[in-house]
Antibody
């Protein structure tokens, strides 16, 4: 079964740091581009970051650029999001999601999503 | 960056109704659009990509159309399990952008 499982969320103070993980199974993780998408309470979906299959290409939303770092370990079938200098507005459920294209190009749509992990930034 | 505007933001409908949701792009995006369904407390689920291609396993009562700047998601006969929030997403490139969502509730 194709599956993504996020972990690492929690309660953190403003200015603090957190590292999210996403464990992939049931597919060839090393061949797929990956994304993080978040959803603030009661709000819509916001794309956060993208990493290509070989980590050669990385993009960030302007709202997190310079504070968040996306990375992956293909040997461990894992995706990460290091979040520093956290703000109240970073409070959200964070989802990892797969780009289905394994040809090397991006499809840009997201066909497999994890259940999400909740990050709460509050003093 | 491309902005996507969905309408309506909220709609109330009955089981069996035909429902149409619109997504407008701030610039032409050919057929590069996807639709997702999200139920409360759940992750989004891909319904349609490339404006009209149904994702595997999605019921045929869902359909998508449009190109350029205007797109529609249609549910031909609303079922109880279809009450959810629907999002469009552009497939032109990064940064990815989603519409604001349309919540479909039971009348």
């Amino acid at each position: 079964e194709v599956q993504l499982v996020e972990s690492g969320g929690g309660l953190v103070q403003p200015g603090g740091s957190l590292r999210l993980s996403c464990a992939a199974s049931g597919f060839s993780f090393s061949g797929q581009h990956m994304n993080w998408v978040r959803q603030a309470p009661g709000k819509g979906l916001e794309w956060v970051a993208y990493i290509s299959s070989g980590s050669g290409t990385i993009y960030y939303a302007d709202s997190v650029k310079g504070r968040f770092t996306i990375s992956r370990d293909n040997a461990k079938n894992s995706l990460y999001l290091q979040m520093n200098s956290l703000r109240a507005e970073d409070t959200a459920v964070y989802y990892c999601a797969r780009d289905p294209d394994s040809s090397g190009y991006s499809s840009y749509y997201l066909d497999v999503w994890g259940k999400g992990t909740t990050v709460t930034v509050t003093s | 960056d491309i902005q996507l505007t969905q309408s309506p933001s909220f709609l109330s409908a009955s089981v069996g109704d035909r429902v149409t949701i619109t997504c407008r792009a701030s610039q032409g995006i050919s057929s590069d659009l996807a639709w997702y369904q999200q139920k409360p407390g759940r992750a989004p689920k891909l319904l349609i990509y490339a404006a009209s291609t149904l994702q595997s396993g999605v019921p045929s009562r869902f359909s998508g159309s449009g190109s350029g700047t205007e797109f529609t998601l249609t549910i031909s006969s609303l079922q109880p399990e279809d009450f959810a929030t629907y999002y469009c997403q552009q497939l032109i490139g990064y940064p990815l952008a989603f519409g604001g969502g349309t919540k479909v509730e039971i009348k």
